[in-house]
Every structure is written in C-alpha cells, then in structure tokens.
C-alpha cells in the first residue's frame, strides 16, 4: 500500500490552517514550506505534527516544486493552506491508497466559498485542478502565479471537493488581487508579452458578461455578482501594470510606448 505526503505551501494562513489540517491528519505525513510567516501559522502546523520547513518565497510553482521535494513519499496530495478537504474526498483518497493507483494523476474538484457564500453554480463551484500525483512522473512547473502540476498520460479524478476559503473579507481579497496581478503581470514581462492595457479596458463588460452569465455566477446571488464584477477587474490590472513595467523600461532607455 503506498503512503501519501500532503504537500502546503503557507504564509500567514493561521485563518484557515487549522481546519485545513484537520481534514487531512488522516494522511502519512504533512509537510508545510513556510515563507516567512509572522503569526502563528507554524505553530498550528507544528500542532498537528506537520513537518515544518523554511524557505523563501520565489514564486508559486517554484515553491510548490521545493515543498514536492521535500515530502518523504512519492505519492503526493497538494492542497492550499486555504482549502479544506470533504468527508467525501478524504474517503476516496483512502479507499484509492489501500493499492496502487491506476492513474499517475487525479483530478480534484473545488468550490469556492466568497465572503460566506458557498458556491453552488458556475465555474467556481466545480473547477478541477490535478492536486493528487505520483511525483516521480509528475510535478508543478515554474510559473509564478496559476501553476499546474505537468503529467503524461490520462489522469484519473476523485470524488469529493476542496472547499477554497480564499477571501474573509473584500480587504483580503483586493490585497490578494494586488499581489497576484503584481506577480502576473512580472511574469508576462520577463517573457516579452505585450498587450495593450486600453483594450483590456474596452474588454472589461465582455469579461464582467463572461463571468456573470455564461459561468453562471448569477445564480450565486450577490456574492456571484460581486466575483464576477471583480474577477473582470483582474485582466484590466494586470495589464495595466505590464504597461507600467514596459513604460519604465522605455523610459530608461530613451524610448516612448505609445499604447
């Protein structure tokens, strides 16, 4: 029977953490790569007999790449220090674990829970993402922000969800926003993207129509209506801010950007 290294990457998650190590105490081992937290994020995490590293943090998949590294078992399960894991999911992770598994990768559903509300509808309220693999084949790639977990072959999916409690509060969020736009918009400028930062402007009622109607966020109530409103701001800002890295750089060699 193999055995199964749970794999988090934290920096100040002491909201969420303790719930999220709870679902999952279950597991062989847990292994949480810390950033540089400043509240007790360690201290639960130590709580709850997770093996507790030091690293800075250098990007999302890269620090994911570092936690993989670091767990003792080839079978690793990666959850956000966000997220917590259903009666169900835990269930068919354990049932797969009694033999080998078919697959080299398993599929994860996740529903998001914005500002309370759990969603029931629309893309949020079923995205999968692979979150369980055998890392000798499979592993996180090197992407700044929305990194995925590369793998050959058909992956298997488990039943159950995550259930994301990304956002306490708008605060938390637009803090969040920044910071992952920030990230982003580096990301697209270390690769010479270029993408005018009016047009992604002109675009915001199609993105804001996208998100709404047609991922069906409209019948999450307010909560879908305030995601979808913001979530159309995330392109414009991101955009915006590559401008802003393009635009210093021609400034300091002389050039001019027109948009």
């Known amino acids: 029977m193999p055995k199964l290294s749970v794999v988090i990457i934290t ?3 002491e909201q969420v953490l303790e719930a999220t190590l709870k679902a999952i105490s279950w597991a062989d081992e847990i292994v949480v790569l810390d950033s540089g937290s400043t509240d007790s994020t360690c201290q639960i995490a130590e709580k709850y007999g997770a093996k ?12 994911k ?55 029931k509808y629309g893309r949020e309220s079923s995205e999968r993402y692979i979150r369980l693999f055998d890392r000798k084949v499979c592993g996180f790639d090197a992407a700044a922000v929305h990194e995925q977990v ?9 039943k159950g969800f995550l259930l994301h409690y ?13 910071s992952y736009t920030s990230k982003a918009a580096a990301e697209l400028y270390l690769k010479g993207k270029r993408k005018s930062a009016t047009l992604s402007l002109i675009f915001f009622p199609i993105y804001f129509f996208k998100h709404l109607f047609i991922s069906g966020n409209v019948l999450n109530g307010y909560s879908g209506w305030l995601w979808s409103f913001l979530s159309a701001g995330y392109p414009i800002l991101k955009y915006a ?19």
């Open 150 to 158: 590369i793998f050959k072959g058909r992956p298997g999916e488990l």
């Open 65 to 119: 790449q570092r936690a993989t590294a670091l767990a003792s078992h080839d079978w690793v399960f990666n959850i956000d220090a966000d997220e917590v894991v259903s009666q169900e999911l835990q269930q068919s992770i354990q049932e797969l674990m009694k033999t080998e598994p078919a697959h080299q990768a398993y599929f994860v559903k996740r529903t998001l829970v914005f500002l309370g509300k759990k969603f």
């Open 11 to 13: 920096f100040n998650e």
């Open 241 to 259: 801010k590559l401008k802003q890295l393009i635009d210093a750089q021609d400034k300091s060699t002389g050039k001019s950007l027109r948009d």
């Open 52 to 63: 507790v590293f030091h690293a800075g943090f250098k990007g999302f998949g890269l620090q």
């Open 166 to 178: 990304s956002y306490k509060d708008l605060e938390q969020y637009l803090s969040k926003l920044n």
